[in-house]
């Protein structure tokens, strides 16, 4: 069974520095990597979407990237604001039209 | 706005009731999920459809839960004889290929 750990759980950071959001799976025959934003008591934003041939994504002050074989993906933000606090979601398929999700990297930027 | 949509947002029940929830996906994606979020945990497959077709189910939709999408357009899943441990976020998701985009969520309160 895939597991899908993000860590950390919580973090906080001040205004300006970029966040880095690191998320392990633990079966590397994933078919592709998706991660999410998530804010309170709402539905999932998709953010960034690689698929199992791709090194990294980008996408503004996002850039996502994947090392399937040691089961790792980052995510870095560019620059964070106070509007990137929220819980970032990271979520492997492989192929079976199941989403397997970690916890959450909750964050809070503060001004 | 050309988004998933669920409806209703919010659902408070007693115990032992019946609840339905709704699905409305993007209107060109043939791929509808249903996941399950649970405080402070990521989300949780239920079940996948591929047109009409319900092709796969979770472990986690007991006999109590079914799930149908006439005509493999909009969604329903009901639950039957509701539990407290029914309480939840009930997710919808849809896609085109392998990107899933979720609506906002239907909290399920059980009293």
């Known amino acids: 069974k895939q597991e899908v750990t993000q860590i950390p759980a919580a973090l906080s950071?001040?205004?300006?520095?970029n966040l880095v959001l690191n998320c392990s799976f633990t079966d590397s025959a994933i078919y592709n990597?998706?991660?999410?934003?998530?804010?309170?008591?709402?539905?999932?934003?998709?953010?960034?979407?690689?698929?199992?041939?791709?090194?990294e994504q980008t996408s503004g002050r996002l850039n996502a990237s994947l090392d399937k074989s040691s089961g790792r993906s980052t995510l870095y933000i560019a620059a964070s604001q106070p509007g990137d606090s929220a819980t970032y979601l990271c979520a492997v398929s492989q192929g079976n039209n199941r989403l397997a999700f970690g916890k959450g990297n909750q964050v809070v930027v503060i001004p | 706005d050309t988004g998933v949509s669920q409806d209703p947002r919010h659902k408070i029940t007693k115990r032992g009731q019946n609840v339905t929830f709704r699905c409305d996906p993007i209107s060109e994606h043939n791929r509808?999920?249903?996941?399950r979020q649970t405080l402070g945990q990521g989300p949780e497959f239920l079940t996948y459809f591929q047109n009409e077709a319900q092709l796969e189910?979770?472990?986690?939709?007991?006999?109590r839960f079914s799930a149908e999408r006439p005509k493999g357009s909009f969604s329903t899943l009901e639950i039957q004889r509701t539990e407290q441990g029914d309480s939840a976020m009930y997710l919808c998701?849809?896609?085109?290929?392998?990107?899933?985009f979720f609506g906002p969520g239907t909290r399920l309160t059980v009293l």
Request: hydrophobic share 30%; aromatic share 10%; net charge negative.
């Open chain 1, 13 to 17: 950071v001040p205004e300006g520095e």
């Open chain 1, 33 to 55: 990597l998706q991660w999410f934003r998530q804010d309170p008591g709402k539905g999932l934003t998709s953010l960034l979407l690689i698929q199992s041939s791709q090194r």
């Open chain 2, 32 to 35: 509808l999920y249903w996941y």
């Open chain 2, 57 to 63: 189910k979770s472990r986690l939709l007991s006999d």
């Open chain 2, 93 to 100: 998701a849809s896609g085109a290929s392998d990107e899933q």
